[in-house]
T-cell receptor, first 109, second 116 residues
Framework: DAKTTQPPSMDCAEGRAANLPCNHS???????VYWYRQIHSQGPQYIIH???NNETNEMASLIITEDRKSSTLILPHATLRDTAVYYC??????????FGAGTTVTVRA | DSGVTQTPKHLITATGQRVTLRCSPR?????VYWYQQSLDQGLQFLIQ???????AKGNILERFSAQQFPDLHSELNLSSLELGDSALYFC???????????????FGPGTRLTVL
């Protein structure tokens, strides 16, 4: 799997959009970008995934650059409950998810 | 709620003992994955079962074993426990409806194992 680079931590104000960057410069054409989050020792929660096109669901939006070397997860209106570790994972034809260190996001009131 | 259930939530045992962790996948999911999360190693893939058969192995110790039963629930058996086995153990399930290997995995709440 292509490796990913995420900032170790970031703060966000409640009610504002949170933009979480992820670099995956060695990504291959058939590798998907997945985002999960983990709230304080709970099970990782699936957020969204994409291949080439931007994706949106009820939780977040995923913006993938045209060259696919980076992506941004957008939480449109962050709440205190969005405080968590966010993992960006690049995956292709592989059964496992390879979690890195992720980004610790703290939403402040 | 992901629909994946795990029991027990907490388990405290002594070194050298054997424990069994149980996982029930989401209704209809055929694949079950086990992951270990310790403080110093992060989330590590252990093993995957698909419809009763082992499909992939990760960093699973020989002291650990797993199986998936006909009703699709899975058990992870940990034996000769050591202090270093203390960790959170997560189960995930997925539905290979798309036929590919990038099926979305949904995680259970985990079992916290403490070895004293």
């Amino acid at each position: 799997d292509a490796k990913t680079t995420q900032p170790p931590s970031m703060d966000c104000a409640e009610g504002r959009a949170a933009n979480l960057p992820c670099n995956h410069s060695t990504i291959s054409g058939n590798e998907y970008v997945y985002w999960y989050r983990q709230i304080h020792s709970q099970g990782p929660q699936y957020i969204i995934h994409g291949l080439k096109n931007n994706e949106t669901n009820e939780m977040a939006s995923l913006i993938i650059t045209e060259d696919r070397k980076s992506s941004t997860l957008i939480l449109p209106h962050a709440t205190l409950r969005d405080t968590a570790v966010y993992y960006c994972i690049v995956r292709v034809n592989d059964y496992k998810l390879s979690f890195g260190a992720g980004t610790t996001v703290t939403v402040r009131a | 709620d992901s629909g994946v259930t795990q029991t027990p939530k907490h388990l405290i045992t002594a070194t050298g003992q054997r424990v069994t962790l149980r996982c029930s996948p989401r209704s209809g999911d055929l694949s079950v994955y086990w992951y270990q999360q310790s403080l110093d190693q992060g989330l590590q893939f252990l093993i995957q079962y698909y419809n009763g058969e082992e499909r992939a192995k990760g960093n699973i110790l020989e002291r650990f074993s797993a199986q998936q039963f006909p009703d699709l629930h899975s058990e992870l058996n940990l034996s000769s426990l050591e202090l270093g086995d203390s960790a959170l153990y997560f189960c995930a399930s997925s539905d290979p409806g798309g036929g590919g290997y990038t099926d979305t995995q949904y995680f259970g709440p985990g079992t916290r194992l403490t070895v004293l």
